[in-house]
């Protein structure tokens, strides 16, 4: 079942999908909420740098040109390129104007950004957004059904509304006659959208006429049990077959993200923003 969302925003084609087989949409942020989280950083950092200006001039005019070159070349690195980034990269993906919008930068996979994102994001940013006047991250959030800017391409990221309110479902219990047949048994990884329409089905069921019920019962136990040996007992009512399918595949699922989990945490060093 999807999750509900109450915000006004455009939603992503292909939901990413939960060990619960719930599909949660990603609210993808407009491209006039990421044009006005853009002038407020820009506010802000036109502010900053002026300030900043005074102190660097006085250096300058007291330096040789090649000191002065230097200053001058590391004060435009700090300024778009450092301070972006860093604020990115602190926050997981927001900057003062995404703060103040509501606005942050997520993974492709909606996972929190780490240093190296949000390096990558500033870094083509330079280009795409300073040298160009915003131009080309535009045409490029137009062209893109996430509304993804160059940096975003790169950096393998997208923007979403982040005040958003997710409602997740409870997930399917494990029909109790049935766990010890689905703990035994070979019970494949479900395509998503197999799943999406299993965990669906059992959440509407009950409200559902007999008629109905029927058809999309049948329909997705044949779709179900390829992916199951051995066939659970004779008899057994198809529904709780589909419940304990999906339910033991969500104990699966679960218990291999935390042996990923321990493992990653084991051989990959932690990110030092962190």
């Known amino acids: ?6 915000a006004p925003a455009s939603y992503l084609g292909d939901d990413l999908v939960t060990g619960e087989a719930v599909a949660v949409e990603m609210p993808v942020a407009s491209l006039p909420a990421r044009i006005g989280a853009a002038l407020i950083d820009l506010v802000v950092l036109y502010v900053l740098a ?5 102190g660097l001039a006085f250096v300058i005019g007291s330096s040789s040109t090649a000191v002065g070159t230097t ?8 300024w778009f390129v450092v301070w972006p980034a860093g604020w990115e990269a602190i926050t997981r993906g927001r900057t003062i104007g995404k703060l103040a919008v509501g606005l942050r930068t997520v993974r492709d996979d909606g996972g929190p950004i780490v240093t190296r994102h949000a390096v990558t994001r500033a870094l083509v940013g330079w280009v795409e957004l300073w040298l160009t006047f915003g131009m080309v991250a535009i045409v490029a959030a137009l062209l893109n059904r996430r509304g993804k800017r160059l940096g975003d391409l790169a950096a393998g990221t997208y ?3 982040d005040r958003v309110s997710l409602r997740m479902a409870q997930p399917v219990p494990m029909p109790p006659e049935l766990a010890a047949w689905a703990r035994d048994a070979d019970v494949a990884e479900l395509p998503p959208g197999l799943a999406v329409a299993l965990r ?7 409200g559902m006429s007999p008629a109905a019920r029927e058809v ?3 329909d997705l136990i044949d779709r179900v049990l390829p992916y199951v040996s051995p066939n659970p007992p004779a008899g057994t009512p198809r529904e709780a077959v589909l419940a304990a399918v999906l339910a033991e595949r969500r104990t699966r699922d679960a218990g291999r ?3 990923e989990t321990a493992l990653r945490e084991r051989v990959v060093p932690a990110d030092p923003v962190a």
């Not at 200053?71 to 700090?78: D, I, P, Q, S």
């Not at 669906?200 to 009950?206: E, Y």
């Open 1 to 6: 079942m999807t999750a509900g969302v109450s």
């Open 50 to 54: 002026t300030g900043s200006t005074v």
């Open 71 to 78: 200053l001058t070349l590391l004060f435009v690195v700090f």
């Open 159 to 161: 923007v979403i509304h």
């Open 200 to 206: 669906q089905f059992l959440g509407r069921a009950a």
């Open 216 to 218: 999309l019962g049948s």
């Open 257 to 259: 993200l935390r042996r």
